[in-house]
C-alpha cells in the first residue's frame, strides 16, 4: 500500500520559515518524480515546486522561486520543501505527490501526472 504523509505544517509569522517533510512508502522511491502543491480556502490546487528522479532539476513556481526549495533524500524516501520568507498569500494545505517516470530529469508541474497523494499539512502564516 502506498502512502504518502505530510508533516511540518504549522503557523508561523511573516517572514518566518518552515520546513516541511513528506515520508513515502509502498514504492520504489528512486523511480518517481516528486511535486509540491498547495490549495488555499476557496482556491484550487496549484503547483509549487518539483523535482526530478536525479534531483537535479527543481522547478517551482515563479511566486516561491528564491524563497522555496524542495529535495530529496532516497535513502530515508522522504522529500522536503524548506519554505523561507513566508508570506500570508503563502497560507494553505500542502500537499506531496509521487510521479512515476522513467526520466530521471522529467519534472511534472500539473497535477494529473501525479498517481498518489498525501493527505496534506496546514501552513497558516500571519501578518
Known amino acids: 500500500q502506498v502512502q504518502l504523509a505530510e508533516s511540518g505544517g504549522g503557523l508561523v509569522q511573516a517572514g518566518g520559515s518552515l520546513r516541511l517533510s513528506c515520508s513515502v512508502s509502498?514504492?520504489?522511491?528512486?523511480?518517481?518524480?516528486l511535486g509540491w502543491f498547495r490549495q488555499a480556502p476557496g482556491k484550487e490546487r496549484e503547483f509549487v515546486a518539483a523535482v526530478s528522479r536525479s534531483a537535479a532539476y527543481p522547478y517551482y513556481t515563479n511566486s516561491v522561486k528564491g524563497r522555496f526549495t524542495i529535495s530529496r533524500d532516497d535513502v530515508k524516501n522522504t522529500v522536503y520543501l524548506q519554505m523561507n520568507s513566508l508570506k500570508p498569500e503563502d497560507t494553505a494545505i500542502y500537499y506531496c505527490?509521487?510521479?512515476?517516470?522513467?526520466?530521471?530529469?522529467?519534472?511534472?508541474?500539473?497535477?494529473?501526472?501525479?498517481?498518489?497523494w498525501g493527505q496534506g499539512t496546514q501552513v497558516t502564516v500571519s501578518s
Open positions: 505527490a509521487a510521479a512515476a517516470t522513467s526520466s530521471t530529469m522529467r519534472i511534472f508541474d500539473t497535477a494529473g501526472d501525479y498517481r498518489y
Open positions: 509502498g514504492l520504489t522511491f528512486s523511480n518517481y518524480g
